[in-house]
């Protein structure tokens, strides 16, 4: 039976403050997390966020350098739940879609799907080009599951982490990671719970 951890991948996309929520949020549910950040990705936490790249990586138990293509997450018998790369680059849908794996972060994904364990890409780009539709379609077809962070509305968010826990909830959901996240419809939120008020 597998332990209950998880690979979690930053990449450069937009949105740094995915991957930082999912890793808070696995943190508090009791969930081991393995982390693997791009060159890229930490640029970007310091453009968007105030938070070092150290305080970051002290929200995982084990820190994996990208460039360490002999990590324990490059290998299949390395069990897991699976892998939730947020943000995902459009370079690192295409890697992954097609086993172009330059990177322990797209490495890894390929080995998740190679052992069909769950991976979950917040894939962050607007608007979308035909080679960028043609990687997703690929990296669908192999196993992964494309999640892009597309805010909803129904659950009447108020502020960006209202936004932003919703869709680490969400796709959190799909490894079977019960949060405190989501306003689930017909539950937390719309016309069955709004009745209840």
């Known amino acids: ?36 950040l791009t060159k890229t990705a930490a640029m970007t936490i310091a453009y968007e966020t105030d938070l070092t790249l150290a305080q970051v990586k002290k929200l995982a138990d084990v820190v994996h350098a990208n460039e360490d293509l002999g990590a324990a ?5 390395f069990k897991t739940l699976g892998m939730i790369v947020a ?13 172009n794996t330059t990177t322990l972060l797209t490495r890894a994904a390929d080995v998740q799907l190679k052992e069909r364990r769950r991976v979950v890409l ?42 932003v826990n919703h869709t680490v909830g969400r796709a959190l959901d799909l490894f079977g990671i019960e949060t405190k996240l989501v306003k689930r419809w017909g539950e937390d939120s719309g016309p069955k719970a709004r009745k209840k008020r």
């Open 1 to 36: 039976m597998a332990k209950d951890r998880l690979i979690v991948g930053i990449s450069g996309a937009s949105g740094a403050v995915y991957g930082i929520r999912a890793l808070e949020t696995l943190r508090a549910a009791g969930i081991e997390t393995h982390l693997v």
């Open 73 to 77: 997450v490059s290998s299949g018998s």
């Open 87 to 99: 943000p995902c680059s459009m370079r690192s849908v295409a890697e992954i879609a097609y086993g």
């Open 122 to 163: 917040l894939a962050r780009e607007a608007p979308l080009h035909l080679g960028h539709l043609r990687a997703l379609t690929q990296a669908a077809e192999i196993g992964a599951v494309i999640v892009p962070p597309v805010p909803a509305f129904y659950s009447r968010p108020k502020t960006i982490d209202d936004i």
